[in-house]
């Protein structure tokens, strides 16, 4: 009994000791700002994963050691704060506003990293979850209702056309009125590189924007202001668009890879009403010989007509299609009573929505792949990104691959370097695009849309045999065949355009002391383009007689920008409250242009496209007369400086300048002053 009591007693006591070891402290947290109730705070006693949050009133209560140690409190925004606990049984705690994380930093002029408040210009920064896994090709399009005061329209509709970006109005009635695009601080073309006219299909051609991937994106700024792009001369007078890529964080840690596979409808926004009581003709009759207005018969008062196409005034296409006589053995077609009354009925009436009928529902697949991560000192970032897109044109296709690296290592204390490279392959293929008429084409060229959608309300579209099966030509409603029918044009006339790129930037950083820093970047921007005009012979009599016989035009262009830019940053501060940096940097750009082609006409078999094909053979384009050959080279050397004097953080005195010497104008002239200042 005793040897029992002993061991009870013993067990109570050793009890008692581990619940002396432990006690329960509380208080509350609040913003040493205005004294308000902090809820959410982070408490962790220091060295241990033990913590708790606080309560909606921030109030907290938490279990620590009998005695001694170190409550850790932090919160998004606020200073993070180390308490020792001591023998306190209640510890109340007021955080203060953490004045560097809530500094925003943007990038602006030359790649520089400035706290916003020191701008005396509007910057707006989208970032990557605002631009990544979008149905957009074009970086152009993804940043549309996303940048306030910024208007981004598409030339067209269809699956990649260019893109219009205008940022502070039109300059310009003659000239490019499109803003400077730099990524990773090196100039990107985003030129269209149209060889033909808006009236010759010009339409389809890409803005170059499109080359970027979207997922390799960490943020894009644009710089709106006047002073804002100073630092960039006249290449900057439409406003700046800087995009930065990803490298790499600085944190350590593993490889991280992420897989994204989405995918979109592509469908036309939206269609005209159709009335369904008229169909094709004028003064409410329906001609023998079909007429493209919508001002015929009611489809009440005459509810049979003859088929089109076998009243025809073209005989080879009656004869195509004996199909559409009663009795093929004996004349059909729009001679007289009797060769009309051989003619099949056709069923006067309002067809199924043209647009409906003609355009569908494409499918866009988008699958990216990133690895990202750190190894000491490098932070790295690999993508591969690859799109197909269907346009809700029939015919009009994409396909884009993109590779991006990116790197950013602090070799030593003093010596950093940041590189980036990007290639991307885009093949396009769409039908032209140009004005027409609802009686044929504006030029040359038939027009895609007009054909559609001044299609009469009787004309079933989706289900009228649209190629001779003779000759493979066009074959529509019209008595001369005078209209292109849109499904053949679609199927036999294309635009194509296979671009390759390769864009890198490389930055080279070293802190010559604590004060004074120089830095030195080298980019290369090039890409080749082939662009390719394809029209089969056979479009009809409405179509320019050059391009009827068929066409063929290929143009091969070079773009190359080598960029150069060494800069010395100084940054000293006089006191708590003055502060003075200052940028001098000298630039060297280089730009070299090259596109040669030939354009040819008559082809002589149908859907071959090779000039050996052709009658006739030039340097000059067919459909607009213009030279295809055309060779360009400029070159521009600036000097620029920047020297912002800071007041207790919050007044900011801008002073900037940007000198050109360029190779474009007279040697007299070649000297031109950007000046700036804000405030």
Same mark, same amino acid.
């Given at each position: 009994?005793?040897?029992?009591?002993?061991?009870?007693?013993?067990?109570?006591?050793?009890?008692?000791?581990?619940?002396?070891?432990?006690?329960?402290?509380?208080?509350?947290?609040? =913003?040493?700002?205005?004294?308000?109730?902090? $809820? %959410? /705070? #982070? *408490?962790?006693?220091?060295?241990?994963?033990? !913590?708790?949050? &606080?309560?909606?009133?921030?109030?907290?209560?938490?279990?620590?050691?009998?005695?001694?140690?170190?409550?850790?409190?932090?919160?998004?925004?606020?200073?993070?704060?180390?308490?020792?606990?001591?023998?306190?049984?209640?510890?109340?705690?007021?955080?203060?506003?953490?004045?560097?994380?809530?500094?925003?930093?943007?990038?602006?002029?030359?790649?520089?990293?400035?706290?916003?408040?020191?701008?005396?210009?509007?910057?707006?920064?989208?970032?990557?979850?605002?631009?990544?896994?979008?149905?957009?090709?074009?970086? =152009?399009?993804?940043?549309?209702?996303?940048? $306030? %005061? /910024? #208007? *981004?329209?598409?030339?067209?509709?269809?699956? !990649?056309?260019? &893109?219009?970006?205008?940022?502070?109005?039109?300059?310009?009635?003659?000239?490019?009125?499109?803003?400077?695009?730099?990524?990773?601080?090196?100039?990107?073309?985003?030129?269209?590189?149209?060889?033909?006219?808006?009236?010759?299909?010009?339409?389809?051609?890409?803005?170059?924007?499109?080359?970027?991937?979207?997922?390799?994106?960490?943020?894009?700024?644009?710089?709106?202001?006047?002073?804002?792009?100073?630092?960039?001369?006249?290449?900057?007078?439409?406003?700046?668009?800087?995009?930065?890529?990803?490298?790499?964080?600085?944190?350590?840690?593993?490889?991280?890879?992420? /897989?994204?596979?989405?995918?979109?409808?592509?469908?036309?926004?939206?269609?005209?009403?159709?009335?369904?009581?008229?169909?094709?003709?004028?003064?409410?009759?329906?001609?023998?010989?079909?007429?493209?207005?919508?001002?015929?018969?009611?489809?009440?008062?005459?509810?049979?007509?003859?088929?089109?196409?076998?009243?025809?005034?073209?005989?080879?296409?009656?004869?195509?299609?004996?199909?559409?006589?009663?009795?093929?053995?004996?004349?059909?077609?729009?001679?007289?009573?009797?060769?009309?009354?051989?003619?099949?009925?056709?069923?006067?009436?309002?067809?199924?929505?043209?647009?409906?009928?003609?355009?569908?529902?494409?499918?866009?697949?988008?699958?990216?792949?990133?690895?990202?991560?750190?190894?000491?000192?490098?932070?790295?970032?690999?993508?591969?990104?690859?799109?197909?897109?269907?346009?809700?044109?029939?015919?009009?296709?994409?396909?884009?691959?993109?590779?991006?690296?990116?790197?950013?290592?602090?070799?030593?204390?003093?010596?950093?370097?940041?590189?980036?490279?990007?290639?991307?392959?885009?093949?396009?293929?769409?039908?032209?695009?140009?004005?027409?008429?609802?009686?044929?084409?504006?030029?040359?060229?038939?027009?895609?849309?007009?054909?559609?959608?001044?299609?009469?309300?009787?004309?079933?579209?989706?289900?009228?045999?649209?190629?001779?099966?003779?000759?493979?030509?066009?074959?529509?409603?019209?008595?001369?065949?005078?209209?292109?029918?849109?499904?053949?044009?679609?199927?036999?006339?294309?635009?194509?355009?296979?671009?390759?790129?390769?864009?890198?930037?490389?930055?080279?950083?070293?802190?010559?002391?604590?004060?004074?820093?120089?830095?030195?970047?080298?980019?290369?921007?090039?890409?080749?383009?082939?662009?390719?005009?394809?029209?089969?012979?056979?479009?009809?009599?409405?179509?320019?007689?050059?391009?009827?016989?068929?066409?063929?035009?290929?143009?091969?262009?070079?773009?190359?920008?080598?960029?150069?830019?060494?800069?010395?940053?100084?940054?000293?501060?006089?006191?708590?409250?003055?502060?003075?940096?200052?940028?001098?940097?000298?630039?060297?750009?280089?730009?070299?242009?090259?596109?040669?082609?030939?354009?040819?006409?008559?082809?002589?078999?149908?859907?071959?496209?090779?000039?050996?094909?052709?009658?006739?053979?030039?340097?000059?384009?067919?459909?607009?007369?213009?030279?295809?050959?055309?060779?360009?080279?400029?070159?521009?050397?600036?000097?620029?400086?920047?020297?912002?004097?800071?007041?207790?953080?919050?007044?900011?005195?801008?002073?900037?300048?940007?000198?050109?010497?360029?190779?474009?104008?007279?040697?007299?002239?070649?000297?031109?002053?950007?000046?700036?200042?804000?405030?």
């Amino acid at each position: 009994m005793r040897k029992f009591l002993q061991v009870f007693f013993s067990f109570l006591f050793a009890a008692s000791s581990v619940l002396a070891q432990e006690r329960v402290i509380s208080g509350k947290v609040t =913003s040493e700002e205005d004294g308000t109730p902090l $809820p %959410g /705070v #982070n *408490i962790v006693l220091q060295g241990t994963t033990n !913590g708790t949050v &606080t309560d909606s009133d921030g109030n907290y209560r938490l279990s620590v050691p009998a005695s001694g140690g170190t409550l850790v409190l932090s919160f998004i925004g606020l200073r993070t704060q180390e308490v020792p606990i001591g023998d306190q049984s209640v510890v109340s705690v007021s955080l203060s506003l953490d004045v560097q994380q809530l500094t925003e930093v943007v990038v602006t002029a030359q790649g520089i990293q400035q706290d916003k408040r020191a701008l005396g210009y509007a910057v707006t920064t989208v970032g990557t979850e605002q631009i990544a896994n979008r149905p957009e090709a074009d970086i =152009s399009r993804v940043l549309q209702g996303k940048i $306030p %005061g /910024v #208007n *981004i329209t598409s030339t067209s509709g269809v699956t !990649g056309s260019g &893109t219009n970006i205008i940022i502070r109005g039109y300059s310009s009635i003659t000239g490019s009125n499109q803003p400077l695009f730099v990524v990773d601080g090196v100039p990107y073309n985003s030129g269209t590189n149209s060889v033909t006219g808006f009236a010759d299909g010009g339409l389809t051609t890409s803005s170059r924007m499109m080359d970027l991937d979207p997922n390799s994106i960490e943020s894009v700024s644009v710089l709106k202001g006047l002073s804002a792009t100073v630092l960039y001369g006249d290449q900057g007078r439409n406003g700046v668009i800087l995009v930065t890529t990803k490298t790499g964080g600085k944190v350590a840690k593993g490889a991280e890879v992420t /897989v994204t596979q989405s995918y979109f409808r592509n469908t036309i926004a939206s269609l005209p009403d159709y009335q369904n009581n008229y169909g094709g003709g004028f003064q409410q009759d329906t001609p023998i010989s079909w007429f493209y207005s919508n001002w015929g018969a009611n489809f009440a008062d005459v509810p049979i007509v003859k088929h089109p196409i076998g009243v025809s005034s073209v005989a080879s296409i009656r004869n195509a299609f004996p199909e559409f006589a009663i009795d093929p053995n004996l004349p059909w077609g729009p001679t007289n009573a009797t060769t009309v009354a051989n003619v099949v009925d056709y069923e006067n009436k309002a067809y199924p929505n043209i647009g409906e009928s003609f355009f569908r529902k494409g499918n866009v697949y988008n699958t990216s792949v990133q690895i990202s991560g750190s190894a000491g000192n490098t932070g790295y970032s690999a993508s591969v990104g690859y799109q197909t897109e269907e346009g809700f044109t029939p015919y009009n296709d994409q396909q884009k691959i993109n590779f991006g690296l990116g790197v950013n290592s602090a070799v030593t204390k003093k010596f950093n370097i940041k590189s980036s490279f990007q290639y991307s392959n885009t093949d396009l293929t769409s039908p032209p695009l140009n004005p027409g008429f609802g009686s044929g084409p504006n030029a040359g060229v038939p027009s895609t849309y007009a054909n559609v959608m001044y299609t009469p309300r009787n004309v079933d579209l989706g289900g009228m045999p649209f190629e001779n099966p003779v000759d493979r030509s066009s074959v529509y409603y019209r008595g001369g065949n005078d209209i292109t029918n849109p499904n053949w044009l679609v199927k036999y006339y294309a635009n194509t355009s296979v671009v390759n790129r390769f864009f890198t930037s490389t930055s080279f950083g070293y802190d010559i002391t604590d004060k004074l820093s120089v830095s030195y970047r080298l980019g290369l921007d090039t890409y080749s383009e082939v662009q390719e005009v394809k029209y089969n012979k056979g479009g009809g009599a409405g179509v320019n007689v050059n391009v009827q016989g068929g066409v063929y035009n290929s143009t091969s262009i070079t773009n190359t920008i080598w960029n150069h830019d060494l800069m010395l940053n100084y940054r000293t501060e006089f006191n708590e409250d003055l502060a003075l940096s200052v940028l001098v940097g000298a630039n060297n750009r280089y730009d070299t242009y090259q596109r040669f082609g030939l354009s040819s006409q008559g082809q002589v078999a149908f859907g071959l496209f090779n000039h050996s094909n052709f009658g006739t053979t030039s340097s000059r384009n067919v459909l607009s007369g213009g030279r295809m050959n055309y060779e360009s080279e400029q070159r521009r050397i600036g000097v620029y400086g920047n020297a912002t004097l800071e007041y207790k953080d919050y007044l900011y005195l801008n002073l900037l300048a940007r000198n050109d010497w360029t190779s474009t104008v007279e040697e007299e002239n070649r000297r031109i002053l950007y000046p700036g200042a804000s405030l």
